[in-house]
């Protein structure tokens, strides 16, 4: 039994972890210090060990020569590829959502999207961006697809640490919106190839000013 709760722990502290990457918490070449996540998440360091070395197994973290673990660096190369991946991937999700979704789904989905225009307006991008994760992943879990799901968690694990420079891109902020209206409007008309391709431009649209922010860093 003592062994089953610690695995649950190890798990908890894996799942956090990873959240943590898929929402931005970290940032983009952070070093993750065993101690003060272990404080941070109120557990002994144990778990937290064994979660960041599973995560640096899944190439979502990276350990250095020094042992020391970070949050990986993207090259401009390597995000092109993580890019064209989320559309392929992505999109297949909201496509087949797009016909299964309910309809108190597709209301809650319509207020995700009131609350980011909100968020917006407030000039609030902590609010943006976890309504932003919120108003995609409500899409994909309808997908009726779990392999799909746990994939696209694992691209937004790579690409997380990235998103929150958006909000500081002046010229995204005031379109940042207009692809999720689209797809809004697609999913609304259950038109699967239109929500496929609204999601491909809200990706590339994104992924072009953080590849600015790539080649400005390199």
């Known amino acids: 039994m003592l062994k089953l709760e610690h695995q649950t722990l190890n798990d908890r502290a894996y799942g956090a972890l990873k959240q943590e990457l898929i929402s931005g918490g970290f940032s983009p070449g952070q070093t993750l210090v065993i101690r003060k996540l272990a404080e ?61 979704m309910s309809e108190s789904a ?20 902590r609010a943006y961006l976890a309504l932003n994760e919120a108003f995609h992943f409500a899409i994909y879990r309808h997908a009726g697809a779990p392999i799909l799901l746990n994939m696209i968690h694992d691209l937004w694990g790579r690409v997380g640490p990235y998103l929150k420079l958006l909000m500081k891109a002046d010229r995204y902020i005031p ?29 590339a649209v994104a992924a072009a000013i953080l590849s600015e922010n790539l080649r400005a860093a390199h």
Do not use: Y
């Not at 949050?71 to 991946?85: D, G, H, Q």
């Not at 209301?107 to 980011?116: E, P, S, T, V, Y």
């Open 175 to 203: 379109q940042s919106n207009d692809a999720h209206l689209r797809i809004v409007a697609a999913l609304e008309e259950r038109n699967g190839p239109a929500v496929q391709a609204c999601l491909a431009e809200d990706i």
């Open 106 to 125: 597709l209301i809650d989905i319509q207020a995700a999207l009131a609350g980011m225009q909100r968020a917006i307006e407030a000039g609030d991008a």
């Open 40 to 100: 941070t998440f109120g557990i002994s360091t144990t778990p937290i060990r064994e979660a960041l070395q599973r995560l640096v197994a899944e190439r979502l973290l990276e350990m250095q020569n020094n042992r020391s673990i970070i949050v990986p660096l993207l090259s401009e190369p390597a995000f092109e590829e993580l890019t064209r991946i989320r559309i392929a991937v992505e999109g297949l999700a909201g496509e087949m959502a797009a016909t299964r």
